[in-house]
């Protein structure tokens, strides 16, 4: 790619040029700015994104670091940006590959039929959409605690195991969550703890007599439900 810089107007070429994107924002600007007309082409689901339930203001902690801690991550991630490749002639990389034994491989076909028929009862249309985002998502989880296991020499082969897969599949579990309450913000649906929970459990279509009793399980009153599913 070929990047114009405006003030000298020198032009600087980037090999395998990529964005990355880290910041955080508030519930409110969310839905400015994640309009449903982007989430209806599965352009948010493209963010993982991150979103806790945080009830009370978090305080400094006053420990210090526990010594080695500090070390032992530096040796990781310089271990990583280190890793040694193979170059062809033209000095490009030549590709490891990577197989998946048969135990990860049944990891991951369960979690895709899990997690398709999951979504499929929450919003069918957007589902679907998001399927199609996170998917190669996935694969990138188990390249990365694929690497992460060789830095550390925790494994020698070239051979994707079982508890990588699972490890991946859990990430994705938790961004396809958070995934989930943003998209409840974006279509301006109260987020605390309880109301979520009732949004969550609520099909696409149902009665007020079925809302009102997931509610009460909730211990949110009949009057509250009502009002929420207005």
Not at 20 to 25: F, L, P
Not at 66 to 73: D, M, S, T
């Amino acid at each position: 790619m070929k990047y114009e810089r405006k003030s000298t107007s020198d032009y600087i070429n980037i090999f395998r040029p990529y964005v990355s994107v880290v910041g955080g924002t508030q519930p409110g600007l969310s839905q400015k700015c994640l309009a449903v007309t982007k989430e209806a082409v599965a352009f948010t689901s493209r963010f993982l994104k991150i979103f806790p339930d945080i009830t009370s203001m978090p305080k400094w902690g006053r420990e210090p670091m526990p010594v080695g801690v500090e070390e032992e991550w530096a040796a990781i991630i310089s271990e990583v940006l280190h890793t040694h490749c193979e170059y062809d002639a033209n000095g490009e990389i030549i590709p490891q590959i990577l197989h998946f034994s048969k135990n990860a491989m049944n990891v991951l076909f369960k979690w895709e039929e899990h997690i398709c028929s999951e979504w499929e009862k929450y919003r069918r249309l957007y589902a679907r959409r998001v399927w199609k985002a996170q998917n190669p998502t996935l694969c990138d989880f188990v390249l990365s605690f694929m690497l992460c296991d060789l830095s550390v020499k925790e494994t020698n082969d070239d051979v994707i195991n079982e508890d990588i897969a699972k490890s991946a599949c859990l990430l994705a579990d938790y961004f396809l969550e958070m995934d989930k309450r943003v998209h409840n913000i974006i279509r301006a649906v109260p987020v605390d703890v309880a109301h979520q929970q009732l949004f969550d459990s609520l099909p696409d279509s149902f009665t007020t007599s079925e809302a009102v009793a997931k509610g009460n399980a909730l211990r949110l009153s009949e009057r509250t439900v009502k009002r929420f599913s207005e």
